[in-house]
């Protein structure tokens, strides 16, 4: 019937979970046009339906919104992951410094186009940008693990966003399929109709008396 419910690609997971990992839920999987639609007197409702999941609901409002900000939050992701990994490896860097060690001489960035000679001495203590232009001082055994941490998990967010990015094509491509399905699916009924039709036509016409 048209108005079954619609089952999800996550109707065959073991676990019957009707999302993934991260909410984003599954679409309608139509496997057999037949388990939705049991005439053709059912096929309108059932297509529009669908359209109306895919233009209204699903791909406009909900998946191609949230595919954006996946998008916008892998791009977030991959600019931060070098600069924590760089900033990272300097706290690393200092660590080797041991106390008395001579002071080395560096250039530092102060803008995007002005950068300034430096001596480091040895030091246990850094200073770390947090952003929104808030700087925290951190015993550097505590910035070598807030920054590994900070690494860990922007490399395991940006995972998750390409994971749901393609989850999101996926589930768009799905909506397609299926539309297509419900659609061919009334193209060869109409087809099989038309051809009884002409069929019981030519049989009452042979089987009709000679006047």
């Excluded at 059912?42 to 669908?50: D, H, I, M, N, Y």
């Excluded at 900000?69 to 991959?78: P, S």
């Excluded at 966003?161 to 909506?175: G, H, I, K, S």
Aim: charged residues 30%; glycine residues 4%; hydrophobic residues 35%.
């Amino acid at each position: 019937m048209a108005d079954k419910e619609l089952k999800t690609d996550a109707s065959d997971r073991k676990d019957g979970a009707a999302t993934n990992p991260r909410g984003i839920p599954y679409a309608p999987f139509v496997d057999k046009v037949e388990d939705y639609v049991t005439g053709r007197a059912e096929v309108e409702a059932t297509l529009k339906k669908f359209q109306e999941m895919i233009q209204a609901h699903i791909l406009v409002r909900k998946y191609q919104f949230m595919e954006a900000n996946k998008q916008r939050a892998a791009m977030g992701h991959r600019e931060k992951i070098p600069d924590i990994q760089k900033t990272l490896d300097m706290v690393k860097f200092l660590k080797t410094r041991k106390p008395g060690a001579d002071p080395i001489e560096t250039t530092f960035e102060l803008n995007d186009t002005l950068y300034a000679k430096a001596n480091i001495q040895p030091t246990e203590e850094v200073y770390l940008w947090l952003g929104a232009n808030v700087m925290l001082s951190y015993p550097i055994d505590e910035a070598d693990e807030l920054l590994t941490t900070r690494l860990a998990t922007a490399k395991l967010n940006l995972t998750n966003c390409e994971e749901d990015l393609d989850f999101l094509r996926e589930q768009v491509t799905t909506m397609e399929v299926a539309t297509a399905r419900v659609y061919n699916w009334d193209v060869t009924m109409k087809r099989k109709e038309k051809q009884d039709q002409v069929a019981l036509e030519s049989g009452g016409k042979d089987g009709s008396p000679n006047g």
